[in-house]
């Protein structure tokens, strides 16, 4: 552990928040949010690339969480986008073509992927063990 | 830090920023037009290419100039005052035991949540008037204005409360919802106000207590409702006393000697145990932004109250045959998996809303099965849908408050003094007296009863025993004054629709037999003295004697031909045969029917497994290309075509000029129709012919604002457009020159806000006491509404910004409304739901009408062919904008799903979809007839082009056009943002992905 530096615990706060995100991936989609294919497959490789960085400082490692910081902002802003009107009518007090009882877990997964995105970027910048 | 980490970390940075901005740009772009709205960009203006011309304003404001800030707040303070006269006379008084007025009072205590968390207004469209917001005038203010002393501590104490409507639930990470629809826990309990107990003494003159009850858009108020901690165990109706309620009403009463309790909420409240602890009771539905004035004002005795309730107040809620199979407790399919499975759950094809109450809505149940109790026909009196436990069904006990009933400080006296009966319409004669010591204002109303003979039974013609005609109010009478109302009736209201009628083709028939024309007080006492003429009394089981004098008989023969032709010389004939359940699974439903009370009244749900026929059609794919379709070439090669012609030359040309408006679409490109489907919160312009624009959305307030801003403070606010009294108030004046200034003062916010056209009429009927959206529509009577609407979408029309009522048709409830299949007899539903339109939209021509989310039968609304086509634009020969309730396209349209049958739903008539402000459905459509070489679904397209700028024609939009005026397309400063971020971020990550790459390499070298 002693060999571990700071771009470590990062990546592993990041990946973590990936795994998290991706359960509440699946919750949100069985009450009914729209998931898409894509954004499947987007958590699932920012959880395989965080992971990898986990391995310690390899030749690819600055590749895997540049592609794992991106998944995750493609997480982000694609289920935010997909969830827009669950907000807005939750925001309105109305029922329309949303679903206004899940824009709490649009807050939460907004947040989780927020601050995974961070962590994510914060690891770029830093090496996963000491030289 | 090494460079590689450098660039590793920047490109992450970029990368992630590019991301972003390639994926929020397709949210923002779909989300355009809301965006749009929200930052006031307009993404077109008009340009002058010729001389200036002297005046383009072709749709002026009464008050003034646009931009003339004194013209601006003489619009606002009309808007106001509108607003308080609303509630002056549309305020219902139902009890009144000398407690008001109460010109002496001057200490009182407020008790109630409600009193200092009104609902202003409920959840849906429109501006939100909230305590403290610009403009609003809450309950306190309005009280100290009139001279009142509120008692403060309580007050303060009620504001530091913990009661909300609405049960709380727990939500995702802690953190609570409100789902309004629940009367639980909206109360402070008896222990709350007992803190206060040592204050009452001091003010003591008066308790004034608001009970509030709320929808909103998407949620109806509960059947089976939980009672507050310590209550009922079982369900109750969430418009029953609540325990916290009750226990303060019981507290209120044993230490005050005057009790007035406030209804703050347009569905009916259950009143039975209100009364017996109140000396006054005050229906004020929601105030809206300052119709708490007028409520004080009535309270003081400044105002003398003169509004009527414009429903029906059951002792049970839940007592109306509407409510077994609709809103909370609407029933599922019996095999809806294998719907879903079959169709895909996107079809939204679950519930089912079978309205077995037939016409029986309302006081059309309540007053014709009292009607045959009196006179013994029809099981009228059995115990089959009496009151739990009763022997038999008894109207004395059945109804608190019936329809069109209101008090007042003084007494009038009203003398029917001639009818008229003539070929068109009849006429009658009413003087109104004030018999009292105070001026007043009384409603005169006039109600109808129509044959129902042997005729009617075997033809299976339901009618209701007494229905409202026509009405009138007197100015204010001082006493002993008098006035002479002369109130004419359409002949078509006394018609029935049968469909055994014309050889089995349907059409309007006048049965044969006595009519009978009445004045009332309210609908009950008008039925009386149709039933003294008849000769019945309270030997009969009436409650009352009734007067016949106050009633004027005359004899019809059978004529089904008066009324068979509707607009245009088109049949008026059957199309709804479908809507029918018992067309597809014979015997499935029973509809109610006054020749059988007792065997037709719904006692249970109806619901069915839909068979494979009933699914093809759920499933909403029928559209084929016409066999005769013209190619798509042939049908584009119109197009492109400049004629010359622009907006300014257009106003003036009428739609049945087909030529001319053919020359000025056909300078369209074809791939600019879609946006002539486009509504949203800011439509896009239509090529050059038209530019971008905001439209209005919401019965009681268009939710616009005025253009200048104003000082409040020492702050620059912009103004909104004022809130209105919810519909049951304004409809409940019976005041047809306030409910036309309603459309007036509506179509000037919607000029100041510069909306071509606003989703703002609420025709729906109040099904049930528990819609929730029953703020917004205006009664449980269709001809009310179809009264009502004609006069306030008349008086809109003359502005220059458009009516458009909703939803079309037949949306009386929120909850499950997705979709929901409603089946009724083709007579309900013409006498009933379009009826209820018929007077905004085929008499008064509204600009517009926005649909809604409901199916009629099996088909959603928007794609039904005999709704749409048939009887709006033949039968009823109506040129106006058909547009959907919303459809989003969410930035892609999606080909599937029962709002996304783009092809079906243009080819039944509708022409835009609401919220799809990119055009997604028209473009879908566009394509579609490319590919399949289908010139006629183009042709529609262009028919919908064609509808969508006659009504932009005719509005505020066309205001400084000139004949030289161009279009000149605007990209607004987001979109810029937002690509000039797509392209740096893009340029920076790939950048330092090379220098990533190259200190990789280099650092490869060094090792």
């Not at chain 2, 056909?666 to 002539?676: G, I, K, S, T």
């Not at chain 2, 783009?902 to 459905?921: I, M, P, R, S």
């Amino acid at each position: 552990m002693k060999k571990k530096s700071i771009g470590f615990y990062l990546a592993a706060i990041t990946c973590v928040l990936a795994v998290v995100t991706l359960v509440l991936l699946v919750v949100y989609s069985a009450r009914g949010g729209i998931v898409q294919g894509l954004v499947w497959a987007a958590a699932a490789v920012a959880i395989l690339c965080e992971a990898a960085s986990l391995l310690g400082e390899k030749p690819w490692t600055d590749f895997t969480s540049i592609i794992g910081a991106v998944a995750l902002a493609y997480v982000c802003i694609t289920v935010f986008s997909d969830g827009i009107w669950n907000i807005a009518e939750a925001m309105n007090g109305i029922k329309m073509v949303g679903l206004p009882e899940l824009a709490n877990m649009n807050y939460t997964l907004a947040g989780v992927n927020i601050v995974a995105i961070i962590t994510a970027i914060a690891a770029s910048f830093t090496r996963k063990s000491k030289a | 830090m090494k460079n590689s980490k450098l660039w590793s970390g920047l490109t992450s940075l970029f990368a992630v920023i590019l991301v972003i901005a390639l994926v929020g740009n397709t949210l923002a772009t779909a989300n355009a037009s809301y965006i749009n709205s929200q930052l006031g960009i307009n993404t077109a203006r008009v340009v002058e290419k010729g001389t200036a011309p002297t005046d383009t304003t072709y749709y002026k404001s009464q008050f003034g100039a646009f931009d003339d800030a004194e013209a601006q707040a003489k619009a606002i303070a009309a808007a106001l005052e509108q607003n308080i006269n609303e509630m002056r006379e549309g305020a219902a008084l139902l009890k009144n035991d000398g407690a008001l007025p109460m010109a002496d009072a001057v200490k009182i205590s407020v008790f109630g949540h409600g009193a200092v968390d009104p609902a202003y207004q409920a959840s849906s469209a429109g501006t939100k008037a909230s305590t403290g917001s610009v403009n609003t005038v809450d309950l306190k203010t309005a009280l100290e204005a009139q001279g009142f002393e509120v008692n403060a501590k309580l007050w303060d104490g009620l504001l530091s409360g913990t009661a909300a409507r609405g049960e709380l639930r727990q939500g995702w990470g802690g953190m609570t919802i409100a789902v309004t629809g629940s009367a639980a826990g909206s109360e402070e309990n008896r222990a709350f106000y007992e803190q206060y107990a040592d204050t009452f003494a001091d003010y003591s003159d008066a308790a004034i207590v608001v009970f509030t009850r709320e929808g909103a858009e998407g949620t109806d108020l509960m059947m089976q409702d939980k009672d507050d901690e310590g209550g009922s165990a079982e369900p109750i109706s969430s418009l029953a006393l609540h325990k916290n309620e009750r226990d303060l009403l019981e507290m209120v009463r044993a230490n005050f000697g005057k009790v007035v309790v406030l209804l703050n909420s347009p569905n009916q409240m259950e009143v039975h145990e209100i009364k017996e602890y109140a000396d006054a009771i005050l229906f004020i539905g929601y105030p809206g932004h300052q119709g708490f004035t007028g409520v004080a004002e009535i309270l003081k005795g400044a105002v003398n109250p003169s509004g009527k309730l414009v429903d029906t107040y059951a002792t049970s809620s839940l007592s109306a045959p509407a409510v077994v199979n609709s809103g909370t407790d609407t029933p599922l399919f019996l095999n809806v998996d294998e719907i879903n499975a079959t169709i895909g759950d996107d079809e939204r094809a679950e519930y089912i809303s079978f309205q077995a109450e037939n016409i029986y809505i309302g006081y059309r149940y309540y007053e014709t099965r009292y009607a045959d109790a009196v006179m013994g026909q029809g099981n009228a009196s059995s115990s089959v849908g009496a009151l739990a436990g009763a022997a038999a069904w008894s109207y004395a006990d059945e109804v608190q408050y019936p329809f069109g009933y209101g008090l007042s400080y003084t007494s009038f006296e009203q003398t029917l003094d001639s009818v008229t009966v003539g070929e068109k319409e009849i006429t009658a004669k009413v003087t109104v007296k004030n018999t009292g010591d105070v001026a007043g204002k009384s409603v005169v109303q006039l109600y109808a009863q129509t044959p129902y003979g042997q005729y009617e039974i075997d033809h299976k013609v339901e009618k209701s025993a007494i229905a409202i005609v026509g009405f009138g109010k007197t100015q204010l009478l001082q006493p002993g004054a008098s006035e002479t109302l002369t109130i004419t009736v359409d002949r078509y209201l006394l018609a029935s629709y049968d469909v055994t009628a014309n050889d089995g083709q349907g059409g309007y028939i006048l049965s044969e037999g006595d009519y009978y024309l009445a004045i009332g007080d309210d609908a009950h006492d008008a039925l009386n003295n149709v039933l003294a003429a008849q000769g019945y009394t309270t030997g009969n089981g009436m409650t009352a004697d009734g007067v016949s004098a106050k009633s004027y008989k005359w004899a019809e023969k059978f004529n089904s031909e008066e009324f068979r032709y509707g607009e245009n010389g088109v049949a008026v004939s059957n199309q709804f045969a479908d809507c029918d359940l018992n067309y597809w699974i014979d015997g499935a439903g029973t509809y109610l029917s006054r020749s059988d009370w007792a065997g037709t009244f719904p006692v249970r749900q109806t619901s069915v497994n839909a068979t494979k026929e009933m699914m093809d059609v759920l499933d909403g794919e029928w559209y084929e290309k016409p066999a005769d379709a013209p190619s798509f070439a042939e049908v584009a090669a119109a197009f492109g075509a400049e004629s010359g012609l622009n907006l300014a030359y257009m106003k003036d040309i009428p739609l049945s000029d087909t030529e001319t408006w053919d020359l000025f679409i056909h300078q369209l490109q074809v791939e600019d129709l879609p946006n002539a489907t486009a509504e949203s919160f800011s439509c896009p312009a239509v090529g050059e012919l038209s530019p971008s624009f905001a439209v209005g959305d919401g019965c009681d307030s268009v939710g616009g604002n005025y253009p200048i801003p104003v000082k409040n403070g020492e702050e620059e606010i912009t103004v909104p457009t004022t809130r209105y009294c919810s519909n049951p108030i304004m409809t409940g004046t019976f005041n047809y020159d306030i409910i036309a200034n309603r459309g007036t003062m509506m179509g000037e916010d919607g000029m100041w806000s510069n909306f071509m056209i606003n989703y703002n009429v609420g025709n729906d009927l109040h099904r049930t006491p528990f819609g929730g959206r029953s703020f917004e529509y205006m009664s449980e009577c269709p001809t009310m509404n179809y009264l009502a609407g004609a006069v306030e979408v008349e008086a809109m029309e003359k502005t220059g910004s458009h009516a458009a009522p909703k939803h079309f048709v037949g949306n009386d409830q929120e909850f499950y409304r997705d979709g929901v299949a409603c089946f009724f007899t083709e007579q309900a539903f013409r006498e009933g739901n379009l009826r209820a339109f018929e007077g905004s939209v085929r008499v008064a021509n509204s600009g517009g009408i926005m649909q809604s989310f409901s199916r009629i039968g099996l088909k959603w609304n928007s794609a039904s062919y005999a709704l749409n086509t048939q009887v709006l634009r033949n039968e009823w020969g109506w040129n106006g904008a058909i547009d959907t309730d919303a459809a989003p396209c969410f930035g892609e349209y999606v080909d599937g799903g029962y709002r996304n049958h783009a092809a079906e739903v243009l080819a039944a008539g509708t022409q835009e979809w609401c919220l799809d402000g990119v055009g997604g459905h028209g473009t879908w459509v566009l394509n579609k007839a490319r590919e399949t070489d289908d010139g006629y679904l183009l042709s529609l397209l262009k028919d919908a082009a064609v509808s969508w700028e006659y009504a932009i024609s005719r509005s505020v939009i066309a205001n400084g056009y000139s004949s030289a005026s161009v279009i000149e397309h605007i990209t607004p400063w987001w979109a810029t943002a937002i690509n000039v971020t797509t392209i740096a971020s893009g340029c920076l990550a790939g950048l330092c992905l090379v220098m990533l790459v190259l200190s990789k390499v280099k650092s490869g070298k060094k090792n």
